[in-house]
């Protein structure tokens, strides 16, 4: 007997396998009626070069009943058969270098390829006869891009180049004054040009016939104009009922037509449905109210299942169920039906119709395709039963995480179940089921289309996939939580939460019960697993971890503090700030000290995590601790160019002293605490303060105004190092200078110093080596390369400086001579590190993978790939490397490989 959820899943499905195109059923008491049953794939081919969809907002396909265009990452145009998808013609790309294709249309048997810099505003239009490919004619176009504005008003945001049979026509300006030209699609002249009434938001779409126009004019509403596309002239016009249109610049306008004319247009939260002669067939409420249709239109988009929303409007654009629906509208009521294909709705467009046949471009990263599909027509098929999302997991599955979970079915039509905690302050943990195919392949497609988007977020948690199960994170504007899909047979799952640490625990039972129901006797594959841990914090990691005495201390952006054991990463205790933590916290003498964006300062201990003292402090900076003494730097308001260097007492937190320099402190590093504080500025001048009292003991200007100093200090001596690229060496004591030196580029991290040699980096991948008793330079090696948002680092170790170039590689140079011994690329170029320590060498790249090296011979020990980006420097103890992810987690890596 089905439930609730069942009986909804069964009626969308029903709703499904009725709502599309003609029935065809035949009038025989015999013949048992024949209705649409399903889209089959009957031919597939690559489609992944969409370069022009940001600047012109064009396909890289194009439709017809003669034929079917696809681009090509080469700059040619593969014309296929539509029926058999057989190659028929290429059409060349021209004299080399070839120039890549922004768009591709097909219009009055004429193919139509423009080509220019994707975000270029200079294009040109090739027109070349679609039967034989020989070429007709070329048109130089300037679509000019957007200017600033204040306001919404006098812009146009559709496509800029639509296609009819009658002729094409080009947006040339996204603001105003808007203008339009119409080319004949033969010959490539011009049949006529219109200039757009000014303060108006326009979007357009195109028809074979006719071009439709969706505008919102400044004190007027929302207006559907036709428009015959070879002469620009309005054929007729509509004023939707819509109830979104303020004044001002009014609600988002979007529109979208089918090649016979039927459109939907949408203005904020109203959407509504016209027939090739204007007639309002349906507004959303109307079109999601699915009866049992006799005929329908040809397909109007390709998407997400229409569904009511819970404001009595429609739904259009929802993320459940999983697979996209090719949609159809009742020409007769306006309402709208549509079958499932095996692919995620936010993976795919439809390309167009002929033939009888829907052609569907889909996304799936790696695997961009166009799809030629035919509907099949046969007896009705059963109700595929659907779980009752509440029976897949029990209060006792829950207790894994807390206990006193109980159940509540989603009031939202989707097959979703909410487990409400206990306690106001607990984490929802969601169950929805997705989809349940008609067959397991059919669900293992969709599966894998969903985890290729995913992976390519870059968001993920490697060390829980198995096959079937994927576990992610996803950052909103409201918050950031953990995920798991999973398919199992026909059924496709998905599990969230705001604890990723829930979603951990909860998701292997989840599967295994989904196994017992689908694939009973069969068990899960256990994930791959080194000899290390990771521990799944609520928010993005970005802080170095901290080891001290067997615990790793991590904060997260969540403003978590977690105490995790070092050896297995198991929880000792965790702290919530009350605020985001940004920046790095401090361990000593057996406390933890953190500093939240909330403006509290916190002091735990160590052992228990229990809260020793509390100040209201807005810190920025990384937090140092020596002495007894706590240096933070604070400003007040945030928002503030200057700030004070703050030292406390680290047993009370009671403030002994504050230094305000005299210029601008925007990004201070942190404080070096000794027999001396020594601090940098971001205005050319370092500082040394009695660690005492605060008090000036000397200053130097080691920069330009402006500059940014940068210190490092061994022994008695510290070194600057200005961003202008100034070097000094002075008496940490006296601030008498030993030596000036000069370096080209911008300088943006501290000197490294080892062996009687500074080190210092540019912007530019160059490493400068210089005595560092004299400042005498020694040698420089220029890595070049272009990765952006570079920043040099370098560690030392066994006579070799390991320092990544902008070209992406990670050098071995010999300290002595800066010759190249040994290389490793790094993917996307240096993420964090290096970090040498013993006898390893750690590195990430922007990919997020953790490299352990060999120091005496470059061999890579062991790499991992984390599944988000490392956005902290290695830190190495006991055998292990500890680093955060953007996805949350605290990794635990040996550095002797696994």
């Not at 239009?125 to 004619?137: E, I, R």
């Amino acid at each position: 007997m089905l439930n609730a959820g069942g009986r909804r899943s069964a009626a969308v499905l029903l709703a499904v396998i009725l709502v599309t195109c003609s029935a065809a059923t035949v009038n025989h008491p015999t013949r048992v009626p024949r209705v649409p049953v399903e889209w089959r794939a009957v031919w597939s081919v690559p489609a992944d070069a969409e370069a022009g969809e940001l600047f012109l907002d064009a396909p890289g396909h194009a439709v017809s009943g003669q034929a079917v265009a696809v681009a090509t990452r080469q700059g040619t145009v593969r014309i296929h058969d539509p029926r058999t998808g057989a190659l028929r013609r290429t059409i060349p790309s021209g004299p080399a270098p070839p120039v890549p294709i922004t768009g591709v249309w097909i219009a009055a048997g004429t193919l139509v390829v423009s080509r220019g810099r994707p975000d270029g505003a200079e294009q040109t239009l090739h027109g070349h006869d679609l039967a034989t490919g020989a070429p007709l004619w070329q048109r130089a176009l300037t679509l000019a891009g957007p200017q600033p504005r204040l306001d919404n008003t006098g812009l146009y945001h559709g496509p800029r180049i639509v296609a009819t049979e009658r002729a094409i026509v080009v947006f040339e300006r996204l603001d105003e004054p808007l203008d339009i030209q119409a080319l004949d699609p033969r010959t490539g002249t011009p049949t006529a040009e219109l200039t757009y009434p000014r303060s108006c938001r326009l979007t357009a779409a195109a028809t074979a016939r006719s071009v439709m126009l969706l505008s919102h004019c400044e004190g007027s509403g929302i207006r559907l104009a036709s428009m015959e596309p070879r002469t620009l002239r309005t054929g007729w016009t509509r004023l939707p009922p819509t109830s979104s249109a303020p004044k001002d610049a009014g609600p988002p306008i979007r529109i979208t037509a089918n090649a016979e004319g039927y459109v939907h247009a949408s203005a904020g939260e109203d959407d509504f449905f016209y027939g090739p002669d204007g007639r309002l067939l349906s507004t959303g409420p109307q079109a999601v109210q699915v009866t049992n249709p006799d005929r329908w239109s040809p397909l109007l988009y390709a998407g997400s299942y229409p569904e009511p929303d819970e404001h009595g409007g429609a739904r259009l654009d929802g993320t459940w169920p999983l697979p996209a629906h090719l949609v159809s509208v009742d020409p007769r009521t306006g309402r709208l039906g549509g079958l499932p294909i095996d692919t995620p709705a936010r993976l795919v467009s439809l390309a167009g119709t002929s033939l009888g046949m829907a052609f569907v471009h889909s996304d799936v990263p790696g695997d961009g395709r166009l799809t030629a599909y035919r509907l099949i027509h046969g007896p009705a098929r059963p109700k595929t039963a659907w779980p009752d999302a509440c029976a897949l997991l029990s209060a006792r599955d829950l207790a894994v995480f807390a206990a006193g979970y109980h159940p509540a079915p989603g009031t939202d039509g989707a097959a979703k179940c909410d487990w409400i905690p206990p306690a106001d302050d607990g984490a929802v943990i969601s169950l929805s089921v997705e989809w349940v195919s008609p067959s397991d392949a059919g669900a293992r497609k969709l599966f894998t289309a969903e985890i290729a988007a995913i992976k390519e977020i870059g968001e993920v948690d490697p060390t829980t996939e198995t096959p079937g199960l994927l576990s992610y994170t996803v950052a909103r504007t409201n918050g950031f939580y953990g995920a798991t899909i999973i398919n199992v047979g026909p059924v496709i799952v998905r599990l969230t939460s705001s604890s990723r640490q829930a979603v951990r625990l909860v998701s292997p039972l989840l599967r295994d019960k989904l196994l017992a129901r689908y694939r009973p006797g069969i068990r899960a594959p256990a994930p791959a697993r080194g000899r290390g841990w990771s521990f799944p914090t609520d928010a993005a990691v970005r802080t170095v971890p901290v080891v001290a005495d067997g615990v790793v201390h991590a904060t997260s952006g969540d403003g978590t503090v977690s105490a995790l054991d070092a050896a297995t990463g198991a929880v000792r205790w965790r702290f919530q700030t009350g605020g985001s933590v940004m920046e790095g916290h401090a361990v000593a003498d057996g406390t933890v000290y953190v500093a939240s964006t909330a403006g509290r300062l916190v002091a735990l201990d160590a052992a228990t995590g229990q809260l020793r003292w509390s100040r209201k402090i807005m810190a920025f900076g990384d937090l140092v601790a020596a002495g007894g003494r706590l240096h933070l730097w604070v400003r007040n308001p945030p928002w503030s160019s200057t700030a004070g260097l703050a030292t406390l007492d680290t047993a009370s937190g009671e403030t002994l002293w504050t230094f305000r320099p005299e210029g601008d402190v925007l990004n201070a590093d942190p404080a070096l605490a000794g027999d001396v504080v020594l601090t940098g500025s971001d205005h050319g001048v370092m500082y040394a303060l009695d660690p005492a009292t605060g008090a000036r003991r000397w200053h130097h200007r080691a920069g330009r105004p402006g500059d940014r100093i940068h210190l490092t200090r061994v022994g008695a001596t510290v070194y600057a190092a200005s961003a202008g690229g100034h070097l000094h060496a002075l008496d940490a004591a006296t601030g008498r200078i030993r030596w000036r030196a000069r370096v080209g580029g911008i300088v943006a991290s501290r000197p490294v110093v080892s062996g009687g040699t500074v080190y210092v980096g540019n912007n530019r991948g160059t490493t400068y080596a210089l005595n560092a008793a004299t400042g005498t330079p020694r040698w420089s090696f220029q890595a070049g390369g272009d990765q952006p948002a570079y920043g040099w680092a370098a560690a030392v170790t066994d006579g070799l400086l390991h320092t990544a170039g902008a070209d992406r590689t990670l050098y071995a140079l010999d300290t002595a001579t800066g010759k190249v011994r040994r290389r490793l690329p790094l993917g996307g170029g240096r993420g964090s590190g290096p970090v040498a320590a013993d006898g390893t060498v750690h590195v990430t790249d922007n990919d997020g993978t953790l490299y352990v090296v060999d120091a005496a011979t470059g061999t890579v020990r062991s790499r991992f790939w984390t599944g988000g980006t490392v956005q902290t420097d290695p830190a190495v103890a006991d055998g292990f490397v500890y680093v955060g992810s953007s996805n949350g987690n605290v990794y635990a890596w040996p550095t002797a490989g696994r």
